[in-house]
């Protein structure tokens, strides 16, 4: 079946360093890719995705690509801020694009 | 978009009782999903929530413990029935609607569920 790997956190950074999350998954067929954000108290959001091989999702400065040879979509930000404080999850779709599977979500603490 | 409403927010149950969560879209979606997040873990799915029939579960989750309803487009419950501590947990509503592509959903703020 599919599944997402995420790195454990908690990741703490101060403001303005550059983030890595590492995600990759295992999937049959042709999976979408998704990042989804969860701040404190809230319900998840949709951070970015990426629908085919080599495509480059972007969105508040994040940025994750689709790596099918490594199967992975890590996700990356050149310049945190305290406000980027939050869980991120990894997640994919299956190929009738009905059903999420996602990572263990990571937490993400930005100092001033 | 969509905006998701649940209700409640959150409350506290005594075990062998039964509580039913609500969610509420403001738009008309094709699907609509209930999500499990056990403290600091990541969701797992309970189940879809098909309109106008019976819900489609996944693995590990059953009916009998898990009621859902979906009467129209916009509104589906959850009843977690017959508590125990270890169904304490947040309860996630989601929906898909035919503005997003395939697994781009949107989420309700969930339930905070605790039995003691």
């Known amino acids: 079946g599919n599944s997402v790997t995420q790195m454990e956190g908690p990741v703490t950074l101060s403001e303005e360093a550059f983030l890595t999350i590492n995600c990759t998954y295992t999937?049959?067929?042709?999976?979408?890719l998704f990042w989804y954000v969860q701040y404190p108290g809230e319900g998840l959001q949709l951070l970015l995705k990426?629908?085919?091989?080599?495509d480059k999702g972007s969105n508040k400065g994040f940025e994750a690509t689709y790596r099918k040879e490594t199967t992975s979509f890590h996700l990356e930000k050149g310049s945190v801020q305290v406000s980027d404080s939050a869980v991120y999850f990894c997640a994919l779709t299956n190929n009738a694009g009905n059903m999420l599977t996602f990572g263990g979500g990571t937490r993400l603490m930005v100092k001033p | 978009s969509a905006v998701i409403s649940q209700k409640p927010s959150r409350d506290i149950c005594q075990r062998g009782t039964s509580l039913t969560i609500q969610c509420q879209v403001d738009?008309?979606?094709?699907?609509m999903f209930w999500y499990r997040q056990q403290p600091g873990q990541s969701l797992t799915l309970i189940a879809t929530?098909?309109?106008?029939?019976?819900?489609?579960?996944e693995s590990g989750f059953v009916i009998d413990k898990f009621p859902i309803s979906r009467p129209n487009l916009t509104f589906s419950t959850l009843t977690v029935s017959n508590m125990s501590p270890e169904d304490s947990s947040i309860y996630l509503c989601s929906a898909q609607g035919r503005d997003r592509g395939r697994g781009e959903q949107y989420f309700g703020p969930g339930t905070r569920l605790t039995v003691t």
């Open positions: 990426a629908t085919k091989a080599d």
């Open positions: 999937a049959t067929g042709y999976p979408s």
């Open positions: 929530a098909n309109q106008g029939s019976e819900a489609t579960y």
């Open positions: 738009s008309q979606v094709t699907m």
